[in-house]
């Protein structure tokens, strides 16, 4: 079987319905079919400005969504990257061969440097690449189900890999990135030139998978739709009606051209409040789940416990290997 390997950062209260059409659905779909590890990057999630005392919580959280979800954690490899030491030290080993032009030419460092400034732009968010690198070569993974905000730093991944393999001998898998080109990048309801994130200027843009769904109702029935009349899915004349149509689309099963002719002739208010309706069907129940895997910390933080041991077989293995292409003294 081949294995794929995916995580979304803990830095919300929740996660959102980017993360959940772009990425976590289809680790579900594949988990079935493929060797899946999946984990909760919360090495990642210091790189920017963030709550210590919120951290443990946010980790929860993203714990219980992805099992509400329909992440198996008796079938896939279920933890927390803190858990598992080997993830910061094959990042430091791979520092060690990746440019410093390399890295910046990142943009998601630019970006983020840009939107929280100077102060924000440490050692630990230029190196962000790299862990997530090392969360991936770690476990000579196959495929990365990702969004398309990722696609650059797989690139690297990849680079860094081969790299690795010529100088020091055959030691990773080089992996691919999966990004379902439909769903690869939900938008902003706000602002439809924009992704949808955690981060977004417009909290309106967005809906928490865990937030009341009567407040996704009024941000779907406020979302930004475009000139015109028509329910087209034209991403480039009408991006607002087609992120629309996307979201529909992935909730209900529905291909976008079906809903074209289910809506013929109608208005944007009649899509928008039937999709609403699709929201709240799809929100509650996986809000109640969510909420009731939470009631429990001691048996998610047992599944993760467990997780992070399955994992550390595998990464345990890696990082001795990659230690001994590059020549350490071992360890008695
Ligand atoms: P993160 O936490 O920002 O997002 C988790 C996943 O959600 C996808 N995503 C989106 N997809 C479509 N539309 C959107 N608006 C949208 N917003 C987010 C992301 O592409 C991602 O797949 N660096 C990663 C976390 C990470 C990781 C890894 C992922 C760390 N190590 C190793 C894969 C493999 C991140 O920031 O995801």
Same mark, same amino acid.
């Given at each position: 079987k081949k294995r794929i390997l995916s995580g979304a950062k803990p830095t919300a209260d929740s996660l959102h319905l980017g993360n959940y059409i772009g990425a976590v659905r289809n680790w579900v779909d594949m988990q079935a079919e493929y060797d899946a590890v999946f984990f909760i990057p919360d090495l990642h999630a210091i790189t920017v400005d963030f709550e210590p005392s919120e951290l443990a919580k946010r980790t929860r959280v993203v714990a219980a969504q992805y099992i509400a979800a329909g992440i198996d954690p008796d079938k896939s490899i279920f933890f927390v990257q +803190?858990?598992?030491p080997e993830h910061a030290q094959l990042a430091w080993a791979l520092n060690c061969i990746t440019g410093f032009g390399e890295a910046s030419r990142m943009t998601q460092f630019k970006d983020k440097t840009q939107k929280f400034g100077a102060d924000a732009a440490t050692l630990g968010l230029f190196a962000y690449p790299t862990l997530m690198a090392a969360d991936i070569l770690l476990y000579q993974t196959d495929l990365v189900p990702v969004g398309e905000d990722q696609r650059q730093h797989l690139e690297l991944t990849r680079n860094l890999a081969q790299r690795f393999n010529t100088r020091y001998g055959q030691t990773f898998t080089v992996p691919e990135a999966t990004i379902l080109k439909a769903t690869a990048k939900i938008y902003d /309801?706000?602002?439809?030139?924009a992704k949808m994130s955690k981060? #977004?200027? +417009?909290?309106? #843009?967005s809906i928490q /998978? /865990?937030?009341?769904?009567k407040i996704a109702v009024k941000r779907i029935k406020s979302a930004v739709t475009d000139a015109g009349t028509e329910i087209r899915f034209?991403?480039? #004349?009408?991006p607002g009606v087609s992120n629309l149509l996307t979201i529909y689309s992935t909730l209900t099963g529905k291909t976008v051209a079906e809903l074209e002719t289910e809506y013929q002739g109608k208005m944007y208010g009649h899509l928008k409040v039937d999709l609403a309706e699709v929201m709240v069907d799809f929100l509650t129940p996986l809000r109640n789940r969510t909420n009731e895997l939470m009631a429990d910390p001691a048996e998610l933080d047992r599944l993760l416990a467990q997780g992070a041991e399955r994992a550390r077989e595998i990464a345990s293995v890696t990082l001795a290997r990659v230690y001994e292409r590059m020549g350490f003294l071992p360890s008695l």
């Open positions: +803190s858990h598992v /309801l706000q602002n439809p030139a981060t #977004g200027e +417009s909290p309106n #843009g /998978l /865990l937030e009341d769904p034209d991403p480039e #004349g009408k």
